[in-house]
């Protein structure tokens, strides 16, 4: 059963470089296509991106901070950079596993949370 | 870009039916039927309930139905019980720029 596992550093500080990964295990990365979606504390969804290993890429573009999806196969993972990040960056992050054919995400992580604070 | 527009919270009692809408565009909801519904608890990721407007993955119970007219798009749950209690978004593919969208939620409150 596939499980994913977002990890982050928790703090960072305004202006800095946000690096999020994202474990996969039971699936290979390269196989599918995957998501980052973030929530603010009391908010709603918000839509990052998703990313697919051949390079094809949608970013969310009413984000204000620009942001880069990879993936590392080495390691199964899947990664988010968001850079000069904002108090609005502050939120929980997902991941999660896009069906391209029909554009929803169906196994999510349970997210890790992110302050952008001085 | 803006969100699709969900009702912020509805209600009802255990056993009762209730409807959740959720209005598009023709960017999004209006022209394609790549609509789907997750649902989530407090401190819960967001789980899938429906997906192409109307499909149900597995293990979600037949409760959960879906339709779409124009750009509406709408979760019915029917015998609502107390585990239902939860947040619910709509989401949907979009021709503009995100290739994806949210709604604003909605919060469900059985009563």
């Known amino acids: 059963q596939m499980q994913l596992q977002e990890s982050g550093p928790g703090l960072v500080k305004p202006s800095e470089t946000l690096s999020l990964a994202c474990t996969v295990s039971?699936?290979?990365?390269?196989?599918?296509?995957w998501g980052w979606i973030r929530q603010a504390p009391g908010k709603r969804l918000e839509y990052i991106g998703f990313?697919?290993?051949?390079?094809?890429?949608n970013y969310n573009p009413s984000l204000k901070s620009p942001l880069t999806m990879s993936v590392d196969t080495s390691k199964n993972q899947v990664s988010l950079e968001l850079k000069s990040v904002t108090a609005a960056d502050s939120a929980l992050y997902y991941c999660?596993?896009?069906?391209?054919?029909?554009?929803?995400?169906?196994?999510w992580g349970r997210g890790t949370l992110v302050t952008v604070s001085s | 870009q803006s969100a699709l527009t969900q009702p912020a919270s509805v209600s009802g009692s255990p056993g009762q039916s209730i409807t959740i809408s959720c209005s598009g565009s023709?960017?999004?909801?209006?022209?394609?039927?790549?609509v789907s519904w997750y649902q989530q608890h407090p401190d819960k990721a967001p789980k899938v309930l429906l997906y192409?407007?109307?499909h149900r993955p597995s293990g979600v119970p037949d409760r959960f139905s879906g339709s779409k007219s124009g750009s509406t798009a709408s979760l019915t749950i029917s015998g609502l019980q107390a585990e239902d209690e939860a947040d619910y978004y709509c989401?949907?593919?979009?021709?503009?720029?995100?290739?994806?969208?949210f709604g604003g939620g909605t919060k469900l409150t059985v009563l």
């Open positions: 999660a596993r896009l069906r391209r054919a029909d554009y929803y995400f169906d196994v």
């Open positions: 039971g699936a290979s990365v390269h196989e599918y296509y």
């Open positions: 990313f697919f290993l051949s390079g094809t890429t």
């Open positions: 023709s960017s999004d909801v209006g022209t394609y039927n790549f």
């Open positions: 192409e407007v109307s």
């Open positions: 989401s949907s593919f979009s021709n503009s720029g995100s290739l994806v969208v």
